[in-house]
């Protein structure tokens, strides 16, 4: 008699626009329950519209709620920066690599919050000194970092391959990953033949904090020495 009362209560407010969330609320009875009493239940337009916009201002609350989410984290991740700056002021490693990154890798934009780590360069020397900045400072994994050469077609892949894994110090299989640029009709290029070395990028696996993280050191150091 209960379950039947509360059935009909059920239905009652369905029809008067509820959505579940909200029936759920004044019936304690699971979500599957509810979907079965109410699964003939008809609704007007106006209920249908209501219930559309309920949903539409929960996922608008969900949003905002994320967005705050993340804002809280950005502002842990720059206050644990600043404490990072302190210790690491001095270290010219350190500031070196925070400027490469700042010069040549990818950052966060409006609409792409969660980028990762990307650090592109043609330079053997500044490619691994990033390499090794990243392993030693930020201590990544080399198992967490992924390489890419992004190179123009008709190049010896094999040789570079082999450059590139013997300046870096690593087994050639960590550049398997080959990205060719499209051939122009005409090309100005210098770096032709024996000296063409491609573009390396370095990629690190879940790395949306650490780029905000360095980031944030640049934001330390800009403040440190006076340039807002």
Same mark, same amino acid.
């Given at each position: 008699m209960v379950k039947a009362t509360e059935k009909q209560l059920?239905? $009652?407010l369905r029809r008067n626009g509820l959505t579940y969330s909200e029936i759920l609320k004044k019936i304690i009875v699971s979500k599957s329950t509810l979907s079965l009493w109410l699964k003939d239940v008809g609704l007007s337009n106006p209920q249908k519209q209501r219930i559309t916009e309920k949903r539409m201002q929960a996922q608008k609350r969900g949003a905002v709620a994320k967005r705050q989410q993340r804002l809280d984290l950005i502002a842990k991740i720059e206050k644990d920066a600043s404490k990072d700056a302190g210790h690491?002021? @001095?270290?010219?490693f350190w500031m070196v690599g925070v400027a490469l990154y700042w010069? @040549?890798? $990818?950052?966060?934009k409006p609409h792409d919050v969660s980028c990762g780590i990307k650090f592109s360069n043609s330079d053997p020397l500044m490619v691994k000194y990033? !390499?090794? *900045?990243?392993t030693n400072i930020c201590k990544i994994s080399v198992q967490d970092l992924v390489f890419e050469l !992004?190179?123009?077609?008709g190049c010896d892949i094999k040789a570079l391959k082999?450059? *590139?894994s013997d300046k870096l110090c690593l087994n050639v299989d960590y550049f398997e990953k080959i990205r060719f640029k499209p051939n122009k009709f005409r090309? !100005?290029?210098? $770096?032709?033949g024996e000296e063409y070395r491609g573009v390396v990028r370095i990629n690190v696996n879940r790395s949306t904090n650490l780029n905000r993280?360095?980031?944030a050191w640049v934001k330390v150091l800009c403040k440190k020495f006076g340039v807002e």
């Open positions: 059920a239905i $009652n690491f002021a @001095e270290k010219v010069a @040549e890798g $990818n950052k966060q990033f !390499y090794k *900045w990243l !992004y190179v123009h077609r082999k450059f *590139w090309s !100005y290029r210098k $770096n032709t993280k360095i980031m």
